[in-house]
Nanobody
Framework: QVQLVESGGGSVQAGGSLRLSCGAS????????MGWYRQALGKEREWVTT???????YYTDSVKGRFAISRDNAKNTLFLEMNSLKPEDTGVYYC???????????????WGQGTRVTVSS
């Protein structure tokens, strides 16, 4: 099957930076869009950013100008550069890949297990 594994989370002070990575492995024929979501304690998971296979990027308003998503298609790896972090960025960050495992089959969503980001004031 397909596995997505995030890394790079941690604890930083407000104004600091972190770089998250997400590696996809397994039975991957092709990967369409990939993205990052986050979930704060007691809140629903929310979309943060998406990148298409052709590197078009989209961001939720609260992270525009501070976060940058990128990907390495050859290595099936997704990145999230997070700068000027704020306490409200705290949460568990999940990567999602829209992946085709078998030619001719519809793409499916695959999720990682998440990596925790804590931003202190």
């Amino acid at each position: 099957q397909v596995q997505l594994v995030e890394s790079g989370g941690g604890s930083v002070q407000a104004g600091g930076s972190l770089r998250l990575s997400c590696g996809a492995s397994g039975r991957i024929f092709s990967t369409s869009s990939m993205g990052w979501y986050r979930q704060a304690l007691g809140k629903e998971r929310e979309w943060v950013t998406t990148i298409s296979r052709t590197a078009n990027t989209y961001y939720t308003d609260s992270v525009k100008g501070r976060f940058a998503i990128s990907r390495d298609n050859a290595k099936n790896t997704l990145f999230l550069e997070m700068n000027s972090l704020k306490p409200e960025d705290t949460g568990v960050y999940y990567c999602k890949g829209v992946i085709v495992t078998t030619p001719g089959m519809a793409p499916l969503d695959y999720w990682g297990q998440g990596t925790r980001v804590t931003v202190s004031s």
